[in-house]
């Protein structure tokens, strides 16, 4: 059943952040607003004509006779959206949250769904991405998607699993990420498309957060790469370039990952993009992340304050806080650690990143182990593989494990070393 058109001036009325007194200033009383917005008074055409040029909209959206009318729209915002990749303006998303409330067929519930979903995910709004998760999922069948075979149909789900993979991403669930970008992936309309070069690129950087060994994810960046490439895509050749920086880095192949962060910033010099800082930002980070495993601390530390100047952002500080503490903790420079460790736990908690709130915890636990606190390191290693198992992460987890396990071997405690020997072989 639809809304009632009462229901639909409230709602873009509070999507507009309007008061009542300020929508119908100059038209009629706040009482009669209110009256009209409860479903106790029909509003006269010339009310609705008048609202409906505050609120920005067509005033046939107020017909509840007119439905046909109103999915019509939605399909024309829609088509514009999915043809240009854009983000919705405040009028548009207003109109495609109505259409959620609305009983509208399941196919156009699933593309209001995926826009809703990718626009606030694009704004970083991720508190309103769950609230869109959360509310709608329900009301879709996601599980069919491989048995379609309409290719109107295909693009559809492809766009939703897309979608849903990049939005569990964003949230570091990355298990659930890869599930839906796997789906996405056999749903490819052109694999030669600069589309599925972005998909092979979301699902390398899943990839390369699941898996120990990044071979898988180093197969799909370089499938990115060549149609980037051909394109002359530079953007995204920089991101991918980025990428494989930092899978050859996780293989300990630290030539090869400098040689494609140099290649990077060779590109970027060509680069016209309001991202060019940021992305200059990603490669001094990732150089000195590989500095910092070669031991060369002070070009690390260099090329990590280089990053950190150029970035407001705050997951990227956050990652670059680490590094840092890292470097700190090897120079036993205590006060530093302390500092750094009590900025990177306040941001982490703030945007809820549980992958790097759990490495935090591993650091801090090796803090407590260096200055000669056992029990704390005990009992801090232990909550991190236990965070680790809640959010399914393996690399952690057998990193983790591996850790204490060695050290309860060192203490000749036998049976606790292979019981954490057993958890780290268990997520290989």
């Not at 300020?22 to 009629?28: A, D, K, S, T, Y």
């Not at 009310?47 to 509840?64: D, P, Q, R």
């Not at 959620?100 to 809703?116: A, D």
């Not at 060019?276 to 070669?294: D, H």
Request: charged fraction near 25%; charge should be positive; glycine fraction near 2%.
């Amino acid at each position: 059943m639809s809304i009632s058109v009462g229901e639909r001036i409230r709602h873009l009325r509070i999507h507009r952040q309007m008061s009542q007194s300020e929508l119908v200033e100059g038209i009629c009383s706040v009482p009669y607003l209110s009256r009209i917005e409860n479903g106790k008074t029909n509003p006269s055409n010339q009310f609705l004509k008048k609202v409906s040029l505050k609120l920005n909209v067509n005033f046939e959206m107020f017909n509840n006779q007119n439905n046909d009318n109103f999915q019509k729209e939605i399909k024309t915002i829609l088509s514009k959206i999915e043809e240009e990749n854009s983000s919705l303006s405040k009028n548009e998303e207003a109109l495609l949250k109505m259409a959620l409330i609305e009983f509208i067929p399941p196919q156009l519930l699933i593309r209001v769904f995926t826009s809703l979903l990718e626009n606030s995910v694009r704004k970083k709004a991720m508190n309103e991405a769950d609230t869109i998760y959360g509310s709608y999922f329900k009301l879709i069948d996601a599980t069919n998607a491989l048995e379609l075979t309409d290719p109107k149909e295909q693009a559809i789900y492809y766009r939703l699993h897309s979608a849903l993979g990049k939005y569990f991403y964003t949230k570091q669930d990355f298990n659930k990420s890869d599930y839906h970008y796997s789906i996405s992936e056999t749903l490819i309309p052109d694999k030669k498309s600069i589309d599925s070069a972005k998909l092979f690129y979301n699902i390398s950087l899943v990839k390369q957060r699941i898996y120990e060994d990044t071979t898988a994810a180093l197969y799909y960046c370089k499938k990115a790469y060549d149609i980037f490439q051909r394109e002359n895509d530079l953007e995204n050749l920089v991101n991918v370039l980025v990428s494989m920086g930092v899978q050859y880095h996780m293989l300990s192949k630290y030539d090869v990952s400098l040689e494609m962060l140099n290649e990077a910033e060779s590109y970027l010099d060509r680069l016209q993009s309001t991202n060019k800082l940021a992305l200059s930002t990603m490669i001094t980070y990732n150089a000195g992340r590989v500095y910092q495993k070669m031991e060369e601390f002070d070009k690390a530390i260099t090329y990590y304050t280089m990053s950190s100047n150029n970035t407001d952002n705050d997951v990227h500080k956050a990652y670059i806080f680490k590094g840092l503490i890292e470097i700190k903790l090897h120079k036993k420079e205590w006060l530093s650690v302390k500092n750094l460790l009590n900025e990177a736990f306040a941001i982490v908690e703030k945007h809820k990143l549980p992958h790097i709130e759990i490495e935090l915890h591993a650091i801090k636990a090796m803090v407590y182990k260096k200055r000669g606190d056992y029990l704390n390191y005990e009992k801090c290693m232990k909550y991190a593989i236990k965070c680790a198992e809640i959010e399914k992460y393996p690399p952690l987890i057998k990193k983790m494990s591996k850790e204490l396990a060695g050290y309860y071997h060192e203490l000749r405690f036998y049976k606790k070393s292979s019981e954490y020997y057993l958890l780290a072989l268990n997520n290989s």
